[in-house]
């Protein structure tokens, strides 16, 4: 290889996310072909890195506020209940948005995961490993077995709390002879709660853009929380967000705001490439404004039929 041919070799993520960017300029994503995630997921996230013995994690984000507690789960080969921690990183992220598709899609809270996963998990430009598998089976444990707290403060004295577990029926124990064919437990079954709090706050994303972004968790936090902000903000009234907000919705881990500044300049700059339509302009040394911007996807109604609803 020549030293001109070296400087201008690109990697695999690069060329992914070259050809996600073309792809949406050229072609606005539909609702038809949307992924979804929570509203409340937009705002306040999952840990980036594993959290390793903790049981809960909690962040808040303006009147909106997320607590996750990792609960224990019974092991049927030992018949003893095990902690499995808290999920975390960019696999939990994409297999909820995954889980919330499929309900979305199909108006259903049961989900045949069998036939879907490991076609999910090709798109997000992710192997399909034994490593990857065994990855992503360990995040899907953790979300399984997880208890999350959604909060609403509509002022100093209202507000409202939904406590739900995300999958009410799922075998989060998977079989460990890796010759047998079954890769996913077929049926996944959200918890009513839950599917009717993401009926009514689902926030539909590109999922191509997902692709792109699908090695970096902030990235993907980043084009959620941008997704579902800026198609709201009042056309010709810009919002401010201070670097001290930012850093408090995405900063968590970053105990030096410069080397925080850096990173998160970096990594919005990539989520801008997938967001093509998003108006945002940084304020030197003060934060960002946030105007009004189309949403990646073209609205459309879907119709959420109550007989769906299993």
């Not at 980043?222 to 850093?247: C, E, M, N």
Request: proline residues 3%.
């Amino acid at each position: 290889m020549s030293g001109e041919d070296a400087i201008y070799k690109i990697t695999k993520i690069q060329q992914r996310q070259r050809d996600a960017s073309l792809s949406i300029l050229q072609d606005r994503g539909t609702i038809e072909d949307a992924i979804f995630q929570h509203s409340v997921l937009c705002q306040t996230f999952l840990p980036y890195r594993n959290p390793g013995d903790i049981d809960i994690w909690q962040q808040k984000q303006g009147n909106v506020s997320l607590a996750i507690q990792a609960t224990k789960a019974l092991n049927p080969e030992t018949q003893e209940f095990e902690f499995i921690g808290l999920p975390f990183g960019t696999k939990s992220r994409l297999i909820l948005t995954h889980i919330n598709s499929q309900a979305i899609k199909l108006q259903t809270n049961e989900i045949d995961v069998e036939n879907s996963m490991t076609a999910f998990i090709r798109r997000m430009g992710l192997n399909t490993d034994g490593r990857t598998l065994d990855e992503v089976k360990n995040q899907l444990r953790r979300l399984a077995s997880s208890l999350i707290s959604l909060g609403y403060t509509h002022n100093s004295s209202n507000g409202v709390q939904v406590d739900l577990k995300i999958v009410k029926a799922f075998d989060v124990w998977f079989p460990k002879d890796d010759r047998q064919r079954i890769l996913w437990n077929s049926h996944i079954q959200l918890t009513e709660d839950y599917f009717k709090s993401l009926v009514e706050h689902a926030i539909p994303m590109d999922e191509r853009a997902l692709g792109a972004l699908s090695h970096n968790a902030m990235a993907l936090d980043i084009y959620a929380w941008l997704t579902q902000r800026l198609h709201r903000v009042t056309p010709g009234k810009p919002q401010f967000v201070s670097w001290k907000d930012v850093k408090e919705q995405f900063g968590r881990g970053y105990d030096d705001m410069f080397k925080f500044k850096q990173i998160f300049r970096r990594t919005i700059e990539m989520v801008r490439l997938q967001y093509i339509t998003a108006k945002i302009e940084e304020e030197k040394n003060r934060g960002y404004w946030l105007h009004c911007s189309p949403s990646p996807i073209e609205k459309k109604t879907i119709v959420f039929l109550g007989s769906g609803n299993k």
